[in-house]
Nanobody, 125 residues
């Protein structure tokens, strides 16, 4: 079982990046998926989640309207489109899998069963 986040990089403020979270060794079909981030010197925070049905998508207030989570079960991948990036978005971004919940359920915080390796996003001012 492996999760791999990718797509990070250096971008100027106002720019965009799309992060991917690819799973191998298991199917994401029945799982909600979460994105977290951890900025230097700060605690890790949950920023978004998507239910297995894709009908429920939650966002941290500070990224609402700028970030969009989506999933492609055929590719076993979840995405985080990040627009209008700000310097305060600089962090290592992680995807994670929570315990099984209802198909329309997800929450941006809570216990995660699996974590992917992170990808660094740096936003310059």
């Amino acid at each position: 079982v492996q999760l791999q986040a990718s797509g990070g990089g250096l971008v100027q403020a106002g720019g965009s990046l799309r992060l991917s979270c690819a799973a191998s060794g298991f199917s994401l079909d029945f799982y909600a998926i979460n994105w977290f981030r951890q900025a230097p010197g700060k605690e890790r925070e949950g920023i978004s989640c998507i239910s297995s049905s894709s009908t429920n998508r939650q966002y941290l207030d500070s990224v609402k309207g700028r970030f969009t989570i989506s999933r492609d079960n055929a590719r076993n991948t979840v995405y985080l489109q990040m627009n209008n990036l700000k310097p305060e978005d600089t962090a290592v971004y992680y995807c994670a899998v929570p315990p099984l919940v209802g198909r329309d359920d997800c929450a941006i915080t809570g216990h995660m069963d699996f974590w992917g390796k992170g990808t660094l996003v740096t936003v310059s001012s």
